[in-house]
Each structure stands twice: as C-alpha cells, then as structure tokens.
C-alpha cells in the first residue's frame, strides 16, 4: 500500500478557507494533517467533525507548527468530551485538565511512559483519546510510537482468538503508578482507583471493531481458572501469566505501529481506545516537556 494523501475544507486561524493534506504515514497506522489549526477546530464544530472522522480512520493524527495557546489546547479538546485530571501527574493550575509530562535533567524517570499502554485502563471509563502538545524537546530522540490494537487483534492466530473471547482482566493503578509509594499512600490510592475490570477484546462504541485491550497496566485475568482451560489447580498461574504475556507482546511488533519525531509545537490526537503508545527514553539528560488533554471515555464492553 503506497502513502495516501487526501484533502478536505477546512478553517485556518485567520478564519479563511483552506484545505488540509492528510499524509498517511505507514500501511496500518497514522496521519499528518498540515494546512489545519487546531486553534480554529477549537472555534469550529465542522472541522472538528472532520477531523474526528480522520482519527476514526488512521487512529492517530500528527500535527507540525501549532502555535496555539493553552486554553486552545484545551478548548480543541473539548470538543471531543470533557477532560480527566491525573491523580499523579500535576496539571496545569490555570487549565483543569492539562497535564503537565515535564522531564528535566534533575527529575528521575517516571518509568511508566517507556512501556507500551493504553492510557488509564486502570480508570472504569478509560480516556476515549489524547491531544498531546510538544512545548520542549531533545534535539536528537524522545519520540513516541504508536501501535495499532485492531490490526494486533486481528492477526491473531484463530485458536488464540476462541480461547480469549471471554476472557476478562484486571488493570491496576496500585500495581503501576503506586509500586514506588509507601504502602500507606500505594493503599489510599488504590481505595480511591479500584483495580478496574474490562474485557480483553474490547468493541470499539463508534466502529464496532474487535480491539485487544490489555497492556501495561493489566495485572492478570479475572476469569481464566475455569475447567474448559484447567486441568488441575498448578495449570493456571503459568497458563494466564504465559497468555497475558503472550498478549500483551503484541503491541512490540513493528508492522502495527508508527513512530513520530517530536519538534516544538508538534502535535498528536490518538483514539486511546484502539492503540497503545510508548515514549521513548532514549535522549542524554535534558529537557523534555509535553503538555497532554485527557479526554473521558466510556465503560468498555
């Protein structure tokens, strides 16, 4: 499959007419939009249309040269739902909702970025997607790749698909983002964010596409131990821990994902529902600051 580009109206800043070039950048995942401001889908609800049903198709959107505000970033991301906080990454006082990811050479490493996941799955309603804004970088590496979940799903072997089609697992904010705490704020945490539940092959609400949901976060499935898949009671520890690693490994190959090169004023929207990401470490000590709008989603099914 050659790289597709197509045009669609579209509103600059300035107001006037324009018409944005959308790049497809691999064969399974991933577009450039240029010739779009998403201060002005911010202000225009057709626009913002547009591009949702480009994010429908290519499930991440790349945008170079927005010199937009804050309360633009904000306002883009509105238009898709309201916005989360993050009970452990700091926002943005002056605007709920904008996360605040600020590497420096003094602050360690958060250990949770350099790992493929679908942005809190620990939540019951897990973010529908993300719009990720590049305020500082490294001159060489910090990119972030994306990978595709329904094509993940979809290639897997036919035996694998039966045995997991009812499967359910757990997702744990405790187990990740809590590890490193006292115990005693690792337990307030958890009481605050129950381990939340979903399926391990989700149904995307506006597609109806088949997504293999489990990641990072997932600690174990909840309903594996059943006489269909456990012969005796030593079968089902290895047996779901080789499975959910087997799953989770998917995200690794390189035919389901697209990797982004991040500049100043870069931007990224991902359908958090139907991918995983990971943000690469790879850059010496030195500034790396993203600013990133949650957007709430709905209960998996």
């Not at 690792?186 to 989700?202: F, G, I, N, S, W």
């Not at 030593?234 to 500049?263: C, M, T």
């Not at 790879?282 to 209960?299: F, S, T, W």
């Amino acid at each position: 499959m050659t790289s597709a580009i197509t045009a669609a109206p579209a509103i600059n800043r300035s107001g006037t007419l324009g018409s944005p070039k959308v790049e497809q950048l691999t064969c399974t995942i991933g577009a450039e939009l240029t010739n779009v401001n998403l201060g002005a889908a911010s202000r225009d609800a057709g626009l913002a249309a547009e591009i949702r049903a480009l994010l429908l198709k290519h499930r991440v959107l790349f945008f170079r040269d927005q010199d937009i505000t804050r309360a633009e970033h904000v306002a883009f991301a509105r238009r898709f739902g309201e916005l989360e906080d993050h009970p452990v990454a700091g926002s943005d006082p002056d605007h709920p909702g904008l996360v605040r990811i600020y590497k420096s050479p003094d602050a360690p490493n958060d250990r949770y970025e350099n790992s493929w996941h679908t942005d809190a799955t620990w939540r019951e309603k897990p973010p529908f997607g993300c719009v990720l804004r590049c305020i500082e970088c490294p001159p060489v590496g910090g990119d972030t790749m994306w990978a595709n979940m329904v094509e993940a799903y979809g290639r897997l072997p036919e035996h694998v698909k039966s045995q997991i089609a009812d499967l359910r697992a757990r997702h744990s904010i405790e187990a990740s983002f809590g590890a490193a705490m006292p115990i005693e704020k690792r337990l307030a945490l958890k009481a605050q964010y129950p381990d939340a539940e979903h399926p391990v092959v989700r149904t995307h609400p506006e597609t109806g596409e088949k997504i293999l949901f489990v990641n990072a976060f997932t600690t174990h499935f909840t309903n594996y131990h059943t006489p269909e898949r456990v012969r005796f009671g030593q079968d089902a520890n290895p047996g779901a821990a080789l499975l959910l690693n087997y799953l989770v490994s998917q995200a690794f190959i390189p035919e389901y994902q697209v990797r982004w090169r991040w500049k100043p004023n870069s931007m990224a929207m991902w359908d958090n529902r139907s991918t995983q990401h990971y943000a690469v470490m790879d850059y010496p000590p030195c500034h790396r600051k993203m600013e990133r709008a949650g957007i709430i989603g709905d209960q998996p099914f």
